[in-house]
């Protein structure tokens, strides 16, 4: 680990002052330029930056820290009825939460079953929304791949059985938020602030890049910006969702696979809206956007939720060693849609 200088910011504007770049733009460098430049990253709770230091992948020459700016660690409900998140809620206070727990249910459940219990008393949600991919060649120092500024994927024909099923040339990362998987099912907003006056605000599906938009950096935040909130929308009247996820192991570990159903009903039990999503699948939140438009009109059983998990797979294009993951996914699309029904 290099030897850096250490400040806790006091408020938002000198946390975005101070932030001179991304994380993910400090990587990009060559480790040797990496040394030399002048960068200062800013830090939630640490958990992705402590990996990522001490992996030598990160080597800024100030870390500003946001644990101290008031504010940051508040859920409160919006005037239209919607919930305001500050980055520095944990995911442990988020999923304990009462408006959590009793309006939307699935990030109830996502939460719950992320990461360990240690680990969600510690995680904020900003810092998992923003934490770096897990593909295991661009987390270790040996490999200098597309992501990190070098010339070659080494995942496309090496060990890819943890990466995606879509949108996977060049780079097959897939999005490391189990999170964000359900906040964008939800149709979440996001906050970034900088400096200046004007805050940025985005529907949270267009804040994550895909490789063809840029390949160094899974998301939309710049330099002398802090995330400052995540908005979720009141669930209409008749809005029920599930979220569903299968790992190797029950605790401790990302998903291979999970999914998010959000199913809005009409009076008479037919679906007005949906939103499928996928996690795990993609370098980014992977919406199955023709399956939900399918569903609009229909009476969810298990003859309509079958044939969407065979549809919500169309288009994947699995790499050598992680087909399996398709009839997986097939099942929990179909097993989340009745779920959310039910
Ligand atoms: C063993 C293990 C299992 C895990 N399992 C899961 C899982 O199942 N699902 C899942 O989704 N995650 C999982 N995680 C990831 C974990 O949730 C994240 O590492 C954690 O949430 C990061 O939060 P942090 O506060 O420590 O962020 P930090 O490490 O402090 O920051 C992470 C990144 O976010 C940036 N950042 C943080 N806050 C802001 C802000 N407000 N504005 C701008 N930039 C900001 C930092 O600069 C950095 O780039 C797991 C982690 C571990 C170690
Ligand atoms: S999948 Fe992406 S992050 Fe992994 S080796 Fe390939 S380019 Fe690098």
Known sequence: MNRFAFASARTIKEAAAAASTTVAQAMTVSPEAMEQAETAIVKANGIDVLDLLKEGLLKPSRIVSLARIPGLDEVGE????????????????????????????????????????????????????????????????????????????????GENQYHAIFNNMPC???????????????????????????????????????????????????????????RL????????????????????????????????????????????????????PHRAKTTEAALVGRRIDETVAASAGRAALAGATPLSKNAYKLPLFEALVRRAILKAAG
């Open 172 to 230: 097959a990362i897939v999005h490391p938020s189990t999170v964000a998987t359900v906040l964008v099912a939800l149709g979440a907003t996001i906050e970034l602030t900088g400096p200046g006056e004007a805050a940025r605000q985005m529907p949270l599906e267009d804040f994550f890049v895909p490789p063809e938009r840029d390949l160094q950096r899974e998301n939309d935040l710049r330099p002398q910006e802090i995330v400052t909130a995540i």
């Open 78 to 157: 919006d005037k239209d009825g919607g919930l305001r998140i500050g980055p520095m809620v944990t995911l442990a206070a988020l999923a304990g939460h009462h408006l959590v727990r009793e309006r939307y249910p699935a990030l109830a459940d996502a939460l719950d079953g992320a990461a360990s219990p240690q680990i969600r008393n510690a995680a904020t949600l900003g810092g998992n929304l923003l934490q770096r991919p897990r593909c295991w060649y661009f987390r270790s120092q040996a490999f200098r791949c597309l992501r990190k500024g070098g010339g070659h994927c080494f995942a496309i024909t």
């Open 233 to 284: 929308p009141k669930p209409s009247p008749g809005t029920r969702m599930a979220h569903l996820k299968q790992g190797e192991k029950d605790s401790f570990d990302w998903p291979l696979a999970d999914v998010a159903v959000v199913l809005e009903f009409d009076g008479a039990g037919a679906c007005r809206r949906a939103a499928i999503v996928l996690g795990a699948a993609a370098p980014v």
